[in-house]
């Protein structure tokens, strides 16, 4: 079985299915793989990237930095900046939300 059998997104997969379990409405938050093929980068950067949009904003591109152990935004209004913990993806999902103004629905019931 190859990697994209495994994981269509690679390490970003886990990433990707938060973003469709926060339930917003279809086609609101769009988010899909890209990758930078053939084209020439830097040593050690990212070859794999979230590309996330909603309607005209975007698309930003997301990656995963080993080092820090998080989501690393690439590019978009917070360039560099972290997205969320690699260990905790819901809580990327709904930070990405929030940067497009998107009010994710709460975890859990009210008490």
């Known amino acids: 079985m190859s990697r ?7 390490r970003l997969n886990s990433l990707w299915e938060a973003i469709r379990l926060l339930n917003l409405p279809r086609g609101l938050l769009s988010a899909d793989c890209v990758s930078v093929g053939d084209e ?6 990212p070859d794999l990237f979230l590309r996330v949009s909603k309607g005209e ?5 997301i990656a995963v930095d080993d080092t820090a152990g998080v989501f690393r935004w690439v590019s978009g209004p917070d360039t560099a900046g972290q997205v969320g ?6 809580q990327a999902a709904r930070a990405i939300a929030l940067l497009f103004g998107l009010e994710p629905p709460r975890r859990g019931r009210p008490h």
């Not at 994209?4 to 690679?10: E, H, K």
């Not at 020439?40 to 950067?45: D, H, L, V």
């Not at 913990?85 to 819901?90: A, C, Q, T, W």
């Open 4 to 10: 994209s059998d495994a994981t269509p997104y690679g």
């Open 40 to 45: 020439p980068r830097t040593p050690g950067a």
């Open 57 to 61: 904003v975007g698309p930003y591109l």
């Open 85 to 90: 913990p690699l260990s905790d993806p819901g």
